[in-house]
T-cell receptor, first 113, second 114 residues
């Protein structure tokens, strides 16, 4: 069965600091990978996704993620965080397009101004 | 972009009563919808997959008689929590497939059972 691990439960950063959130998945076949963000009181929003091709994926709001197949990882990065990036971040995977997503436990990011 | 509307956003009910949650795809036809549950400080856990015109497929450990799912049209799926108990209090989120991906999520429903 597929599973997703997010190593950081709570990350606290100051504005302008760089961010990297870890995500590893467990599945032997081809996967589609996603990062979602959930701002306080709001619904999930897609940050970026990887299906195939260039393993470095750029998303909205300056976020990017790199798919490293050999490490089963899809870490999320941002060079310089802002206070408005304070949110819950979820990594997710599905093995086939259109099937349900399997989510990691999420990482809470707190950015102080 | 594709929008998924969920209603109600918040509901409080008494133990033993039933609650219905609606999930609508507003500008696309969703042949498949997914229902998730999110407990505080935890991730989204898939409850069931709902296909239009057929019975839902439930994940292991999810009681199909307790969580009734109906997907009668291409734009509407409903989740009914029957005989709700306090332990059913949670955040319920639906998502709908628009073509192949990505999945679009509703705003969620906060259910509190007293």
């Amino acid at each position: 069965a597929q599973s997703v691990s997010q190593h950081n439960h709570h990350v606290i950063l100051s504005e302008a600091a760089s961010l990297e959130l870890g995500c590893n998945y467990s599945y032997g076949g081809t996967v589609n990978l996603f990062w979602y963000v959930q701002y306080p009181g709001q619904h999930l929003q897609l940050l970026l996704k990887y299906f195939s091709g260039d393993p470095l994926v750029k998303g909205i709001k300056g976020f990017e993620a790199e798919f490293i197949k050999s490490k089963f990882s899809f870490n999320l990065r941002k060079p310089s965080v802002q206070w408005s990036d304070t949110a819950e971040y979820f990594c997710a995977v599905n093995a086939q397009a259109g099937t349900a997503l399997i989510f990691g436990k999420g990482t809470t990011l707190s950015v102080s101004s | 972009g594709a929008v998924v509307s969920q209603h109600p956003s918040r509901v409080i009910c008494k133990s033993g009563t039933s609650v219905k949650i609606e999930c609508r795809s507003l500008d696309f036809q969703a042949t498949t919808m997914f229902w998730y549950r999110q407990f505080p400080k935890q991730s989204l856990m898939l409850m069931a997959t709902s296909n239009e015109g057929s019975k839902a497929t439930y994940e292991q450990g999810v009681e199909k008689d307790k969580f009734l799912i109906n997907h009668a049209s291409l734009t509407l799926s409903t989740l009914t929590v029957t005989s709700a108990h306090p332990e059913d209090s949670s955040f319920y989120i639906c998502s709908a497939r628009d073509g192949v991906s990505p999945l679009h999520f509703g705003n969620g429903t906060r259910l509190t059972v007293t």
